[in-house]
């Protein structure tokens, strides 16, 4: 049995790392839930956070940007409103466009730029770019093209905004820019300062190896998510990090020694049979977000439903009725919806417009109520969420910014059978279409002949429905129809050969 150096019940967060083939699965813990889910697959390449010296290969002053050579084989996208730039040709000079230039003022073709991956490539869509290059650490993000100081709205107590708007004065490089990051609460000059002169001696880096290099040329490469969700989550409130592969202990306790040096004895080694994933409760965590439907507490449940322009959230009361009050019953399961709504948003990395249909709340006191406590629950996330109020239908919009594609999608493919539609045809429209394109062939063509091929789950059913009429066709017409079963058809898919 493992034995940990804290019980479950008296951690507040931990970070699971296990390696499975190729893939890095990490999952963070709060409480024993799972929150948060990654996948770094070491056989792709994710570019977002990567700076290069691009080349400008087209512009389009209609439409405001420009597609950027970066290297990869497909140019990324950059829109006027991102052409903040720091460019290598014009010794470093920065450039802000305003309202009366364009973006061929930044952007003339031919011409090197630096630039940052703010987004991956997804789909049919290249990777999104910006010249505004910024750096995170753990306390503070540099932004080397603008001079401006911002904290955290995160940060609700004025004092301490205040207070590490002052240290942000201080130890920032002189005409550059610093956000201080919301887990920068707490702590002192000397930690926020050590991370800054890190950021600075790394953009530093970044100049002077875009002077040297050629377009298009990689600059600077993204750690990837291991390091950058131990740089975003890893603080004083993680009580382990725990891994089952050796060569992740080891990149994990070289950013700790040098980053946070206090937080290395809570790196610990799992060599148990069981599983890591199964031993925490990973598993089963995963089978409800790989779900449509997820069930709650209380017995109600929630559909969630992704499309190309947004995803659409049901509630329903399912198996809790209550037993008096109607009102009461609705307002529980609506409380307990926004809670795992927030979970699963943020569990699935689900992005962009989120419409949520709550069941029908007749009391304002109840509306509110649900809203807050969708809006409480998602304050932990650490993409930007915001949240509109109820509508007079009972629907909630809220957006999430997402800079990747959902964990989701490298956890699923394309149905062979539907493909992607959602649906099959059922076995009589099948049958149907076959019968209409045999009577096709034997009407208009000397071929008599033929071979229909058709997925083997179809078997019984085609002897008993479909194999009666095609004999009917074949002794209408005197020609000779046969039968085979091929496993990689898709199951509502079917091939007809006149030639055999």
Not at 343 to 367: A, N, P, S, T, Y
Not at 471 to 476: D, G, N, P, V
Request: net charge negative; aromatic share 6%.
């Amino acid at each position: 049995m493992y034995i940990g150096r804290m019980g479950i019940n008296e951690m507040k967060r931990q970070i699971l790392i296990s390696r499975q083939d190729d893939q890095y699965h990490i999952a963070l813990l709060e409480d024993g839930d799972l929150v948060e889910y990654h996948i770094e697959d070491t056989s792709e390449d994710h570019i977002t956070g990567n700076v290069y010296l691009g080349r400008t290969d087209d512009v389009l002053p209609g439409l405001s940007c420009a597609f950027i050579d970066i290297g990869i084989g497909r140019n990324g996208f950059l829109h006027a409103s991102d052409a903040v730039a720091i460019s290598p040709e014009d010794e470093f000079d920065q450039l802000v466009l305003s309202q009366t230039q364009g973006i061929e003022e930044l952007a003339k073709k031919g011409k090197s730029i630096l630039v940052q991956v703010a987004k991956d490539p997804i789909s049919d869509k290249g990777a999104k770019l910006t010249t505004n290059i910024t750096l995170p650490g753990r306390f503070a993000v540099l932004i080397p093209s603008f001079d401006h100081i911002g904290v955290s709205h995160r940060i609700e107590d004025e004092k301490e905004r205040e207070r590490l708007r002052k240290i942000a004065e201080k130890v920032r490089p002189n005409g550059m820019g610093l956000i201080i990051r919301t887990v920068s609460v707490g702590k002192s000059e000397e930690e926020i300062r050590q991370d800054v002169e890190h950021l600075n001696e790394l953009w530093d880096g970044i100049l002077k190896q875009s002077q040297q290099a050629h377009s298009p040329s990689l600059i600077y490469k993204n750690p990837g998510k291991i390091i950058n969700i131990l740089r975003d989550i890893v603080n004083d409130d993680v009580s382990k990090i725990i891994t089952d592969d050796v060569s992740v202990m080891e990149r994990v306790k070289c950013y700790l020694d040098e980053y946070a040096s206090s937080l290395v004895d809570r790196i610990e080694f799992y060599d148990e049979s069981q599983p890591v994933f199964t031993h925490f409760g990973v598993e089963k965590e995963l089978e409800k977000m790989l779900g449509r439907k997820v069930w709650l507490r209380s017995g109600g449940y929630i559909v969630i439903d992704q499309t190309e322009a947004l995803t659409a959230i049901d509630v329903n009361t399912g198996k809790f009725v209550g037993k008096r009050d109607p009102e009461a019953t609705i307002l529980k399961t609506n409380m307990d919806a926004a809670r795992e709504i927030a979970k699963q948003v943020r569990l699935r990395d689900i992005g962009g417009v989120i419409v949520i249909d709550f069941i029908d709340m007749k009391k304002q006191e109840h509306r509110s109520k649900v809203i807050a406590t969708l809006t409480d629950t998602t304050f932990h996330d650490r993409s930007r969420v915001k949240i509109l109020e109820l509508s007079e239908l009972g629907l909630v919009e809220m957006t999430r910014k997402r800079v990747q594609e959902a964990v989701t999608s490298s956890m699923f493919r394309k149905c062979p059978y539907c493909r992607g539609e959602g649906q099959v045809l059922t076995e009589s429209t099948i049958f149907l279409k076959i019968e209409r394109e045999i009577q096709q062939i034997f009407s208009t063509t000397a071929k008599k002949s033929i071979m229909v091929s058709l997925h083997p789950d179809l078997k019984d059913e085609v002897e008993e429905r479909l194999a009666p009429k095609l004999k009917a066709l074949t002794e209408q017409h005197g020609g000779r129809v046969k039968l085979r079963y091929n496993a990689q058809l898709p199951l509502d898919g079917f091939e007809i050969d006149t030639n055999k």
